[in-house]
């Protein structure tokens, strides 16, 4: 049976929610935590500057290799390879630290980087871009190291938001590049935060449609467009992936799955499940569960 999931909140005694880490150290000392799927309240900035591995994401391996950065969102489930051979950096950072106003808390809610229709951000760097951000990481290293002040956490924060900016704009100019232009685009970011809010409480598209001052035909043509289906098979992708959640990283019965999700007998959830990923819950769980 899988032990139960962990979550973990930002670590307690820093003078800011904010870190800077080496991964050759963090992962010498907490390897048997970081190699074990886990979600975290926080952002995660990697930066993999030497090696590569395999960084799994909610099911789905990440091949990173030298100089690539992964934006990882708050709550997601990842771990790292434990057979992975990498040097680098991660930048730890919560809500509460960067969101000092509403267009800072709007930025991260609609940046391409911890926001990504298609999956999860990675950008490769090189050249000048690799000593420009470096360089910022070693001034927000040694703003965090000075005697805490007024001014100490609008400092690292400015920092950090022009690590972001200057990624956001090297992300944009990569092959894989997702552009947040135009109203579909923007319509189905805001419709997937809603429902990564409202998922379990929220069923209908007619619900969310509603809340987003549209119809249900308009939203529907916005996730055609941008994702190729529509707006409740996003809906049945996301109750999937919590289901596939719970069934690989807890020790849950079926049972209990299937009420903690909304259905009111097992049976259903059975057949919603084997109906939208061709396994059972039991299948699923003897082929994925972490042991």
């Not at 904010?18 to 930066?47: C, K, M, N, Q």
């Not at 267009?103 to 090189?126: C, P, W, Y």
């Not at 704009?169 to 429902?195: C, I, M, N, W």
Request: charged share 25%; net charge negative.
């Amino acid at each position: 049976m899988p032990a139960t999931i962990k979550k973990y909140e930002f670590k307690e005694g820093l003078p800011h929610e904010f870190e800077i880490l080496d991964l050759e150290t963090v992962f010498h000392f907490a390897s048997d935590t970081l190699t074990v799927p886990h979600r975290t309240g926080f952002y995660h900035i990697i930066w993999f500057e030497r090696g590569e591995a395999d960084h799994l994401i909610d099911f789905n391996p990440v091949h990173v290799s030298a100089n690539t950065i992964l934006f990882l969102n708050k709550d997601i489930v990842h771990c790292f390879d434990p057979e992975g051979n990498f040097v680098g950096k991660m930048i730890l950072f919560t809500d509460g630290f960067y969101c000092r106003n509403e267009q800072d808390a709007r930025f991260l809610k609609s940046s391409v980087l911890f926001n990504a229709i298609h999956g999860t951000t990675q950008i490769h760097i090189e050249g000048k871009l690799v000593e420009v951000l470096n360089e910022l990481i070693v001034l927000m290293n040694e703003e965090a190291e000075k005697s805490k002040d007024s001014r100490q956490s609008e400092i690292i924060q400015n920092f950090l938001h022009n690590f972001l900016l200057l990624a956001e704009r090297e992300q944009s100019h990569q092959p894989t590049s997702e552009r947040a232009k135009g109203p579909d685009y923007e319509l189905v970011l805001l419709f997937k935060d809603l429902l990564e809010h409202g998922f379990l409480q929220r069923r209908l598209i007619s619900d969310y449609a509603r809340e987003m001052f549209v119809t249900e035909k308009r939203l529907n043509q916005a996730t055609s467009k941008i994702l190729g289906k529509t707006a409740k098979a996003v809906t049945n992708d996301r109750m999937v992936l919590e289901a596939k959640r719970l069934l690989s990283h807890t020790a849950k019965s079926i049972k209990e799955i299937s009420y903690s999700l909304g259905f009111e007998e097992p049976t259903n959830f059975i057949k919603y499940f084997r109906k939208h990923n061709g396994l059972t819950p039991v299948e699923f769980r003897e082929k994925y569960a972490i042991k």
